[in-house]
């Protein structure tokens, strides 16, 4: 006879019930809407010949009613469609409801290949990657874009909208 079987029945209850519970609570944990990220600085950080390090700074702001815990995270530069630099998230986070919070990530990738783009006008760029929430460890994507304005010989400043 099994286990299952030899339990009573208002135990049995008690355990279905307990066990919705605690998924419920789970539930409301999990993020409802992805956050929004824009992308609010690039900082040169270190400039190798064959790679360079930039520090990218996001605005990550969380729709939603229950706060936002990510333990981890990366984060892939494309500039005119290509990716140039990837990163990870060196440190968890904490995004309050209905708030927001920058989070600085580097990345490090070759820039060089840019180079021949830099007289053409405003480089279109997206940030693509995810965060890895805490404590259930899921995935919570998030992707930015626009237009990056870097200095011309004029003494521009650099700009991303």
């Known amino acids: 006879m099994s286990t299952l079987a030899r339990m009573p029945q208002k135990a049995i209850v008690r355990l279905v019930l307990t066990g919705a519970l605690l998924f419920l609570a789970g539930c409301s944990m999990l993020p409802g809407h992805a956050p929004k990220v ?7 950080q270190s400039v190798g010949l064959l790679s360079q ?9 969380n729709p939603n009613d229950s706060a936002l815990r990510a333990k981890a995270g990366e984060a892939r530069l ?30 490090t990738g ?14 279109p760029y997206e940030v693509k990657g995810y965060l890895v929430t805490d404590p259930f460890s899921l995935r919570v994507p998030f992707q930015a874009q ?11 400043s650099a700009s991303a909208p």
Do not use: C, K, M
């Not at 290509?82 to 989070?103: D, K």
């Not at 237009?147 to 004029?154: D, I, N, R």
């Open 78 to 107: 494309w500039v005119r469609g290509r990716e140039i630099a990837y990163g990870l998230l060196a440190q968890p986070i904490l995004v309050p409801a209905y708030g927001s919070t920058q989070v600085q990530i580097p990345v």
């Open 53 to 61: 390090t930039l520090l990218l700074t996001l605005q990550v702001s």
């Open 146 to 156: 626009g237009v990056l304005h870097l200095p011309g010989l004029a003494g521009e």
């Open 110 to 123: 070759n820039f060089l290949q840019l180079l021949g783009d830099l007289g053409r006008g405003g480089l």
């Open 38 to 44: 824009q992308l609010v600085n690039v900082a040169p």
